[in-house]
């Protein structure tokens, strides 16, 4: 059968098949009629992978069946040849795109598992509907260490894991002693998830394996299994450890979070002196909320790593300022990467005093910066702002006119919509008419409709005409 | 550890794939936003970007950052891969192919693993054919391609980290592979049997480069190209196979409709295309 109908919850589903013709596609309207009121006509098209003139003309007539009723229409599932057939006839706004797991069996989807592409997404899907079926399947895939398919293995513990079943925990710490490295690392970090504190120490044994992704994940796992004697045991390893070693036990350090694990983090800053190893440190310093945390890495704006500045000036921008604005600002002249960071942990509590410094500044600075710049003033107001952002809407960088539009539409709406309106219609740059377009949709000026028709016959840009076929609900 | 998905916006997705495309002619579909996301978020999270505006803006603007284009485009499409992956099409060419083609008479055989990435495909196949001692019975040469000189530098290293051996049986890593600290070095008597080189599969010289095949694998690269360039490929494939000659693709990479030329085998774990004699 080349095409199979159901109604279900308001909702049908047609599938159809390649060598579906004229004749099928012909079922498909009496078969909407005699269904009623839908909420919305699925196609799935996993079963299709190239389509022909004649079927793109009859998914045309099944959109326009849709749109008589008032009906979306949703293609499910479908492959890149025919994604890109429908994209050269300039049919994709016709459609709503959608990938839909509930379509394929059991089997299809666990074979998918050995596609890099989709074996998370089937993992999702498989987390949000744990039926007994898929308990069933899922738990058999890892009984035994003999199992001839490593990663559908790796995917199924993954999958268990994220589904919080425990009910096959033997199997699961069995699989710690696979033969495969993949089977290994999900083990390591199901058991984590699942707080199994019996494997504890032989997940502890794995951080000095010589393979990183095992130590990795057994730091992982070790922090969210840890309690308050592990701070110290993790202390006395990072002494003898190697920098690999090292960088992991600073991270576990920062996912434990507490006043103990700050002390040992900064214990280790202080004693190192390898600047990779110095430089997570200082990332994973950032992860603590202490006023401590922000004055180390206030210190460490002038230490003699550029790449610990750089990472202690990326940090401020996670832990706030806490009132160390004036010493962040004089590093915005700095140049490079820690100016432009500077600027970002500026931005997000960006005071009249700091828009002013910023602004003055602005002609002296490097053009991600700049823009950089243009992004904190969205979050000040004043007319001196407004002017300036204002200015830089002719600036000859699309990227410049896109932030300074973007940051109008923050904090002077009014202001906003009209420049907004002038950009969409008269803008070179596709990234400039779509910011104005997101403006236009958030602020929705009475003459919001009269717009999107006019741009929707005279804007050519792809992206464009997606953005205002979605706005029109076409 | 400490690594989260940043997720990211449609005109992010738009600006980016454009990029991507301009510097690689690789498209991303809507759908494949996902695994933008997936591949980057990592990067974006060791350099401390918090959104992809802000990593486009340092890929376009950071007059420092070392290459970070290639880097970006090399991370969005060097494909996943590990030792033996989809190994049933690696078993079929060992176990029925080749045999075949011995059993008719023919004493030496041509592969080319085009768009072969880090090299895990062309030194799975020397493996396998190794253990099916086919080096024995017929001269076996291996090519392998891929448009981008730095993973090619890297398969002619031959030195693998941990995860290139997901779902490789340890025997088969004890066998062929010497560890080295965190790495795993391919042993010489493998490494000898595959030669690496450069070449752009869309480029108009390379079927004429590569000269002629008997076995062609080229799997998981066609659904990046677009169409035309597809049927480009496709063809330039059939014209540098001998016949009888075989083209393996990956399992969800259909051609039929992009030409007629090849015969389809279905051999229940995987699909063979077949230009005739």
Redesign the interface.
């Known amino acids: 059968m080349n095409i199979s109908i159901s109604t279900n919850n308001g909702r049908a589903v047609i599938t159809v098949s390649e060598d579906a013709a004229h004749d099928d596609y012909a079922k498909i309207a009496p078969a909407v009629e005699q269904a009623g009121q839908l909420s919305e006509i699925c196609l799935d098209l996993k079963g299709m ?2 389509i022909t003139s004649a079927q793109i003309a009859e998914l045309v007539a099944v959109a326009k069946l849709g749109n008589s009723k008032k009906t979306p229409v949703v293609l499910l599932n ?4 025919v ?3 429908l994209e ?1 006839a300039n049919l ?1 706004g016709q459609f709503a ?1 959608r ?1 839909d797991y509930s379509c394929y069996t059991l089997a299809e989807l666990i074979d998918m598992f ?4 989709n074996a ?2 089937v993992s999702d899907y498989f987390v949000s509907h744990y039926t007994g079926d898929v308990k069933k399947a899922l738990t058999a895939n890892i009984q035994s260490l003999d199992f001839d ?3 559908v293995q ?1 995917y199924s513990l993954i999958t268990i894991g994220r589904a919080y079943d425990d009910a096959a925990i033997d199997n699961i710490r069995n699989c710690l002693n696979s ?4 089977v290994v ?1 999900s083990t390591i970090l199901v058991l984590g998830w699942l707080g199994d504190m019996s494997s504890k120490e032989k997940i502890y044994s794995f951080l000095t394996s ?5 130590a ?1 994940a057994a ?2 796992s070790i ?1 969210l299994l840890s309690d308050d004697d592990d701070t110290a045991k993790l202390a006395k390893l990072a002494e003898s450890g190697s920098n ?1 070693l090292r960088m ?1 036990i600073a ?2 350090l ?2 434990i979070n507490g006043n103990e694990a700050f002390a040992v983090l900064s214990a280790m800053f202080a004693k190192e002196k390898d600047d990779e190893v110095r430089k997570m440190l200082t ?2 310093l950032s ?1 603590f909320n202490k006023p401590e945390a922000t004055d180390t890495l206030i210190k460490l704006l002038d230490d003699s790593s550029k790449a610990v500045q ?2 202690a000036a ?2 401020l ?1 996670r832990t706030g300022l806490r009132g160390h604005e004036d010493v962040v600002l004089k590093k915005v002249a700095v140049g ?2 820690i100016s ?2 500077a600027v ?1 942990a500026l931005g997000k509590t960006c005071s009249d005093a700091s828009a002013t410094a910023l602004i003055g500044l602005y002609d002296k600075i ?3 910066t700049k ?1 950089a710049v243009l992004e904190a003033l969205g979050h000040c107001s004043g007319d001196t702002v407004k002017d300036f952002l204002l200015k830089r809407l002719s600036d000859q960088n699309e ?1 410049i006119r896109k932030e300074a539009l973007s940051s109008l539409g923050k904090q002077f709406k009014g202001v906003a919509a009209a420049e907004a309106e002038k950009m969409i219609r008269g803008d070179a740059s596709w ?1 400039v008419r ?2 104005a377009l ?1 403006i236009l949709e958030e602020i929705r000026p009475a003459n919001f409709a009269a717009i999107l028709k006019d741009i929707k016959q005279k804007d050519d840009n792809r ?1 464009i005409q997606e ?1 205002v076929s979605e706005l029109l609900g076409m | 550890m400490l690594n989260n998905i940043v997720k990211i916006r449609n005109d992010e997705f738009n600006e980016l794939r454009d990029i991507i495309y301009k510097n690689s002619a690789i498209t991303f579909m809507e759908s494949k936003k996902y695994l933008l996301e997936n591949r980057l978020s990592k990067r974006l999270n060791e350099l401390g970007h918090k959104t992809y505006k802000d990593y486009i803006n340092y890929l376009k603007y950071d007059k420092d950052n070392k290459g970070e284009m290639e880097r970006m485009i090399n991370l969005v499409t060097i494909n996943e891969t590990y030792f033996l992956r989809e190994r049933p099409q690696m078993d079929h060419l060992v176990k029925t192919t080749l045999p075949e083609m011995l059993a008719a008479g023919k004493k030496q055989c041509r592969i080319w693993s085009a768009a072969c990435s880090t090299g895990e495909e062309p030194y799975s196949l020397a493996m396998l054919m190794t253990e099916a001692g086919l080096y024995n019975k017929m001269k076996i040469e291996i090519m392998a391609t891929d448009i981008n000189s730095d993973v090619v530098e890297f398969a002619k290293k031959g030195e693998y980290r941990s995860m290139s051996f997901r779902g490789t049986p340890e025997q088969f890593t004890k066998t062929y592979f010497t560890p080295d600290k965190t790495n795993f070095l391919i042993k010489p008597e493998i490494k000898d049997k595959v030669r690496f080189n450069t070449g752009n599969l869309t480029g108009p010289t390379i079927g004429a480069q590569m000269g002629k095949f008997d076995v062609i694998f080229c799997r998981n690269v066609l659904i990046y190209f677009d169409a035309e360039t597809k049927t480009k490929v496709v063809t330039m494939f059939y014209n540098a196979l001998n016949a009888p000659g075989y083209l393996y693709l990956g399992h969800s990479e259909n051609i039929s409709k992009l030409t007629d030329k090849f015969k389809v085998i279905n051999f229940g774990s995987g699909l063979m295309h077949t230009k005739a004699k």
Do not use: W
């Open positions: 992978f190239y479908v492959n890149p040849g994604y890109e057939s050269l994709l795109f990938q050995n596609n890099p592409e998370s997404d398919n490593p990663i790796e033969q495969y490295p993949n690392h010589n393979t990183i992704e095992l990795d730091g992982a922090a690999t992991i991270g576990i920062a996912l990332r994973y992860y750089e990472a990326a940090g921008e490079g990467m432009y960071f970002k490097e053009p991600i823009l990227d990234q779509y910011q997101e992206y953005k």
